[in-house]
């Protein structure tokens, strides 16, 4: 299929200009148009999340010179209308993913503040946190399915990240976030680790790691401005 079209039908002539030699660098290799085109008629055949103009959203909502933190998740949610193209976030009106909830939780214990209403984290992206899961598509219903087309993806993202930026903080929640990261050769200081925000896994380490305070001060320490979390109760338009 023609690599133009692929481009347009992802949006990818979108993205922000900050991210055009990484997506430049990877359209050189043969993986990339593979993978679009194996997508494409994924989409067609299939009904997956998120909807095809989000899976590379993230790519329009933050420039590289702006991101301070990357937060790696899993897969997008794969229950219909949910995924929206940020790592745990969703739009959808009056509900919020499990996942999320203990996010929140652990939120309003680390800072002290009321639980959030909402499930959407632009806000939080628009603060400098790149919120990128491990595969960016799923199909509906089936968790995981597209974990392995992403990868190289993934590792080409995520080493680029690294070189950008050696004072980048970086979140690696449950152990496949970590054991990327190590083969990603992150050997950053700034790395937080502790168990996924899964309800399977949250009480064996998540709860109580304080992720929020500790962005923040190691956002402080390398001198670079703190995330201002209370956005997420009054956003800005999009």
Avoid at 148 to 168: C, P, V
Wanted: charged content about 25%.
């Amino acid at each position: 299929m023609n690599n133009s079209f692929l481009t347009k039908e992802f949006y990818l002539d979108k993205i922000d200009q900050s991210w055009g030699e990484f997506f430049q660098q990877e359209a050189q290799k043969e993986y990339f148009f593979s993978l679009l085109n194996k997508l494409n008629e994924e989409y067609r055949n299939y009904k997956c999340w998120p909807k095809k103009e989000n899976v590379f959203r993230l790519f329009r909502e933050i420039s590289l010179d702006k991101t301070k933190v990357v937060i790696l998740g899993q897969d997008p949610y794969h229950l219909p209308e949910v995924a929206d193209g940020i790592a745990f976030s969703t739009q959808k009106t009056n509900y919020i993913p499990a996942s999320l909830r203990n996010i929140f939780l652990e939120l309003s214990k680390d800072l002290g503040c009321s639980l959030p209403t909402k499930g959407d984290l632009f806000p939080w992206v628009k603060e400098g946190i790149f919120l990128v899961n491990t595969a960016l598509t799923v199909k509906d219903g089936q968790a995981l399915s597209h974990m392995n087309w992403w990868r190289e993806f993934i590792y080409s993202l995520l080493t680029y990240l690294k070189n950008y930026d050696e004072k980048l903080v970086w979140v690696f929640w449950g152990q496949k976030a970590k054991k990327i990261g190590e083969e990603c050769q992150i050997n950053s200081q700034n790395i937080l680790f502790s168990t996924h925000p899964s309800p399977y896994s949250a009480e064996y380490g998540f709860f109580g790691s304080h992720p929020f305070s500790q962005i923040n001060y190691l956002l402080k320490n390398m001198k670079k401005k703190e995330i201002n979390w209370s956005v997420i109760f009054n956003p800005s338009p999009k």
